[in-house]
């Protein structure tokens, strides 16, 4: 394989494109040099087009696939060729595992779920099964075709896994089941080999995708070739072999956030990783586009976390750009080659984890990816940890035994299953003094149990009872506040053992019922202790586990109730103490890198001002940030520079309590400060 060239790359631009079959004049306007001239002008250094939708059409004049009704072009060829002449890099958009026209034609490839039931969005566009003939009669002939006719740079896949979210039950999947396993295929989650099939189904799921990085690779070595969210916190799994890099597209309603979440797991997987976030304001129907401050401040956060700019656009459908948009992309764009050079050759390192397990992931529940409610328990975990100033890394279960060294904390937001070896490796870092924070579920249906080093309950300091029947309750803790703090979950009971209850369950009385809807639907006050534990800690060896008997990370991603954050944050600094880097600002978002020679630390003011109701953020300006505070637990450096700035330097002030103190004047929106020594 020769240089992947993403690592270097910073500007690219997706062109989404799925074409209804009815629209007519598809391509009909499009125009080589306008093209170009808009990618010259964006400073784009590579592009992604469709060579095939998830309605199943191709957009160049295929003579073994089915190409768009009314395509009137060789639409594809003519974009990279196009792309090509001005030294930009091309990738092949490829709908994996969804196409509606090979549904439609061979109904028994369709994935037939075990429940029977399909999500919304996959009703529309329908995934097929990859243990069906669709891999040899479609899928190959296009790729082979594809890569015969055009000169391109590789294949971005989508649709890949995340549309599967059961088991599939269809014919093929029955005769291979039992062909490989000895077993017939359960039909019911309640089948005694249900787990076996769905260990059976990703597997089956992951050796179709490493084909599909294979194949294109045994024609041109140097293709980069990936798979859309394949190796994030949406699928934590180790990245395939040959993999190129990782790429994710984020949430229209918190891409904030999402972007910093994606990049903090990605930073831990070993790849160069993009981020794409489309200028569109709502969903991917829509066409709107965001203000340029707020594509700015996306692009802010997925620059400091590690990543490469991947905006997106959607052309007319007759292959015309809109002027707006690509001004725009042209402002974002020149923003990140002022500040690139800084971005390079830098390792992203923390002293605080949160951990997405692959097995708590794709077991957790009946659901195969994305149970409902799961990542809403890692996104509570990552929100809390940067909205109080501090930086984290987000890792799958192996890098995080393998990095388990470094840390300080780990976070564990109910993580039910893993394997022993993970559990043994948390164990023996609690023991050497590390600290880990988790929720009740966490643990508690291991895989390899008479492998652990320690029994859980030894572990944790109690056993677990039972859940409560009560669907909500309050955590008091007079240490911190003296108003108990609203946790939307359901706590369980657990007796300590050799633990200590640090809070206790407070409740109300209130009746649970549709007749007293205003009271208790909308959450009665806390009326009485339980005096049942809603936070134990436990002395293991050197360190120590803290462990919440209620799920309060989902419940602050769902409710944003300040007071969990400030519990949390209350906590680390009691038990962990300061970390290796803290803001002194909630709305400031710090990431840390170790470079050749020293660090480097990433700023970025998320704050927004105004908001659409209902519907999603938007950023039109963004306030100054006065007077920040960057506490850093390191030794003091020789020199501490603000990076592209004539008059950089910046004052340090040591500390007796930890390394030293930092104050920059003003962050305007995104600023880049390198330590040397």
């Known amino acids: 394989m020769g240089k992947n060239w993403h690592q270097d790359f910073f500007r690219m631009v997706h062109f989404d494109f799925h074409i209804p079959p009815s629209v007519k004049n598809v391509g009909a306007r499009f125009d080589k040099h306008v093209f170009q001239n808009y990618l010259r002008k964006a400073e784009v250094q590579a592009i992604i087009i469709f060579g095939k939708d998830h309605n199943g059409q191709l957009y160049h004049l295929s003579e073994v696939g089915h190409r768009h009704t009314h395509l009137t072009r060789d639409l594809f060829g003519e974009m990279a060729v ?3 002449e001005i030294k930009i890099k091309v990738l092949c958009y490829y709908s994996l595992g969804i196409d509606n026209f090979v ?3 061979h109904p028994d490839w369709a994935f037939q779920p075990i429940d029977g039931s399909l999500a919304e969005m996959l009703q529309v566009y329908r995934p097929v099964c990859y243990n069906s003939p669709y891999g040899e009669k479609v899928f190959k002939p296009h790729i082979m075709e594809i890569t015969r006719r055009y000169e391109i740079d590789g294949f971005w896949y989508d649709g890949s896994a995340w549309c ?11 005769e291979k089941f039992t062909r490989e396993t000895g077993c017939d295929l359960p039909t019911s989650f309640r089948d005694k080999d249900y787990p076996l099939l769905k260990d059976w189904y990703l597997k089956s799921i992951k050796q179709f995708l490493q084909c599909a990085v294979d194949l294109p690779l045994k024609v041109n070595k140097d293709y980069l070739v990936t798979h859309n969210w394949y190796s994030s916190y949406h699928e934590p799994a180790l990245p395939l072999a040959r993999m190129s890099h990782l790429s994710g597209d984020i949430s229209f309603s918190y891409p904030v956030l999402e972007a910093s979440l994606a990049g903090r797991f990605f930073a831990t997987q070993g790849l160069s990783y993009d981020i794409l976030y489309p200028r569109m304001q709502n969903s991917w129907i829509d066409d709107t586009v965001r203000p340029t401050a707020q594509l700015k401040q996306e692009c802010a956060v997925i620059l400091a976390t590690g990543a490469k700019s991947f905006l997106a656009d959607k052309p007319y459908p007759d292959g015309r750009l809109d002027p707006t948009v690509w001004r725009s992309f042209r402002e974002v764009n020149l923003f990140i080659k002022k500040r690139e050079r800084y971005c390079r050759s830098q390792k992203a390192i923390s002293d605080i984890a949160i951990l997405q397990s692959e097995w708590n992931m794709f077991a957790w529940s009946d659901r195969l ?9 890692i996104r509570g975990a990552h929100k809390i940890v940067v909205e109080s100033g501090r930086h984290c890394l987000i890792y799958e279960e192996a890098l995080l035994a393998r990095n ?3 840390l300080r904390l780990v976070i564990l937001p109910d993580q039910e299953i893993m394997e022993a070896r993970t559990y043994n490796a948390i164990y023996h870092f609690v023991q050497e003094g590390g600290t880990a924070i988790l929720t009740n579920n966490t643990f508690w249906k291991m895989k390899n149990s008479k492998d652990l080093a320690c029994p859980v309950k030894d572990f944790l300091g109690f056993e677990k009872i039972k859940e409560l029947d009560y669907p909500y309750g309050y955590i008091s803790d007079p ?6 703090i609203f946790v939307d979950r359901r706590f369980s009971e657990v007796r300590p053992t050799t633990g200590k209850v640090l809070a206790t369950i407070y409740r109300s009385d209130a009746p649970v019922g549709r007749e007293d809807y205003f009271f208790s639907v909308w959450k009665s006050p806390p009326e009485r202790d339980t005096y049942l534990p809603a936070v134990v800690w436990n002395k293991v060896g050197k360190g120590r586990v803290i462990t919440f008997t209620a799920d309060i990370f989902s419940a602050y991603w769902e409710y944003n109730n300040p007071a969990i954050k400030n519990y949390v944050s209350y906590l680390i600094e009691k038990y962990v103490g300061r970390t290796l880097i803290e803001v002194s600002d909630p709305g400031v978002e710090v990431a840390l890198f170790q470079i050749k020679g020293g660090y480097r630390v990433h700023l970025v003011n998320t704050y927004g001002s105004n908001r659409i109701s209902p519907g999603n953020q938007v950023v039109e300006r963004i306030p100054l940030v006065k007077g920040l505070k960057i506490r850093v637990s390191l030794p003091h450096p020789k020199e501490v520079r603000l990076l592209g700035k004539r008059n950089g330097r910046l004052k340090v002030q040591d500390t007796k309590q930890f390394g030293f103190v930092i104050t920059l004047p003003e962050l305007e929106l995104y600023e880049i400060m ?4």
């Open 479 to 484: 240490a911190f506040s003296v108003t108990p």
């Open 369 to 377: 990816f994305n149970p409902p409610g799961y990542i809403d328990k």
């Open 674 to 677: 390198e330590l040397s020594y």
């Open 103 to 105: 549904v439609n034609q």
């Open 82 to 84: 196009a792309a090509r």
């Open 164 to 174: 599967f979210s059961l088991p599939c039950v269809c014919r093929f999947c029955r």
């Open 404 to 406: 388990i060294d470094n």
